[in-house]
T-cell receptor, first 112, second 113 residues
Framework: DQQVKQNSPSLSVQEGRISILNCDYT??????FLWYKKYPAEGPTFLIS?????DKNEDGRFTVFLNKSAKHLSLHIVPSQPGDSAVYFC???????????FGPGTSLSVIP | GAGVSQSPSNKVTEKGKDVELRCDPI?????LYWYRQSLGQGLEFLIY????????KSGLPSDRFSAERTGGSVSTLTIQRTQQEDSAVYLC???????????FGPGTRLTVL
């Protein structure tokens, strides 16, 4: 049973536009959420996170929104750049000392 | 500074053979994790080390899989009697402590023929 879902395997966006990557989770005990970015032949790198006590966290072009009642989070990239083309993994954990559960990833292509 | 390194980067083996995958974490990171990414799947947790002990090995898929960590540093993931379904990218990550950001290595792509 997949606890973290990313229902869009891929997404294409024009350069300069907004990219919105979605993530749904099933475990209401999750209290911390992360996004990782992965280029081919490299390991994932941490991008941004959000605690369940917040509903928004912003870091430059990247903003993560959390809707706890809907068990949904999204990553917004504005403006999108070709270098943002990568696989984005949504992840979640219950407590600081619990394992991180990753979603299957969404492949983003930003078209110049 | 040096990141997490893994070796080999690629490994092709025949069904039934044993393989060893190595992970060198970032110096000073006490927590170390192994994950597996099969084609089209997310990152599947395998095992977590705190120092040299493994308090969480709940993700190891079968008793053919084992891992050890020595000196609080290097870790080896061993797969015995490999099967075709073991084909995947095996990723290692480390962090200062379990609650901290994980830093991933580039992975080892294992292909079992």
């Amino acid at each position: 049973d997949q606890q973290v879902k990313q229902n869009s395997p891929s997404l294409s966006v024009q350069e300069g536009r907004i990219s919105i990557l979605n993530c749904d989770y099933t475990n209401s005990m999750f209290d911390y959420f992360l996004w990782y970015k992965k280029y081919p032949a490299e390991g994932p790198t941490f991008l941004i996170s959000i605690s369940s006590i917040k509903d928004k966290n912003e870091d430059g072009r990247f903003t993560v929104f959390l809707n706890k009642s809907a068990k949904h989070l999204s990553l917004h990239i504005v403006p999108s750049q070709p270098g943002d083309s990568a696989v984005y993994f949504c992840a979640a954990r219950r407590t600081s000392y619990d394992k991180v559960i990753f979603g299957p990833g969404t492949s983003l292509s930003v078209i110049p | 500074g040096a990141g997490v390194s893994q070796s080999p980067s690629n490994k092709v083996t025949e069904k039934g053979k044993d393989v060893e995958l190595r992970c060198d974490p970032i110096s000073g990171h006490t927590a170390l994790y192994w994950y597996r990414q099969s084609l089209g799947q997310g990152l599947e947790f395998l095992i977590y080390f705190q120092g040299n002990s493994a308090p969480d090995k709940s993700g190891l898929p079968s008793d053919r899989f084992s891992a050890e960590r020595t000196g609080g540093s290097v870790s080896t993931l061993t797969i015995q009697r490999t099967q075709q379904e073991d084909s995947a990218v095996y990723l290692c990550a480390s962090s200062l402590a379990r609650s901290d950001t994980q830093y991933f290595g580039p992975g080892t792509r294992l292909t079992v023929l």
